[in-house]
């Protein structure tokens, strides 16, 4: 940029500036090209990684699970030379798209990296469009143990018809109709 510009932008009157360029004394570097002056500016400085851990667990139950899992994935990222800025928990299923603590981690775009201890915290379904949408946004997802977590295919089923009877029969019954289903479904399966 050119001198009187970048005085402008730094507060200097442009005729201070040009004298500080003829005595040796501008603090940035500048060359004369011709008539005008020009004023190479330093790169800005790269934004500062902000590393947030995310636990989740399904039940209120498994809160003491939930400090665990806090400690081996802050202490995984420690290992890895990330500065943790803030941890972020939540208790609610992998299913529930209304998680308030992740949707606000996701909105956040000064948050530059998510650590979690499996894929399935942060998602059951879907993760690697997330994934995908972070890393578009120049963002992204470390996953401490990226095996997939052997979970058992009728545990899944029970948790995607648990949502589903919710959304249709409320929340109160949905467990009950969910396990009758599965139940149902796995007697069919047996004849």
Partial sequence: MNLKEW?????VHPVTAYRWFREGKLPVPARRVG????VESPADPA???????YARVSSADQRADLDRQV?????????QNLAVAR????VGSALNG???NFLALLRDPAVTTIVVEHRDRFARFGAEYVEAALTAQ?????????????DDLV????????????RLYGRRAAANRAERAVAAATLGDAE
């Fill in 7 to 11: 005085a402008k932008r730094e507060g």
């Fill in 35 to 38: 008539g005008l002056i020009l």
């Fill in 47 to 53: 934004p500062a990684e902000t590393v947030v851990v």
């Fill in 71 to 79: 400690a081996r994935v802050t202490a995984w990222a420690t290992g």
């Fill in 87 to 90: 941890v972020v928990t939540e």
């Fill in 98 to 100: 209304r998680r308030k």
């Fill in 138 to 150: 120049g963002r992204r997802l470390l996953v401490v143990d990226p095996a997939e977590v052997d």
């Fill in 155 to 166: 545990r899944d089923v029970t948790e995607i018809l648990t949502s589903l009877c919710a």
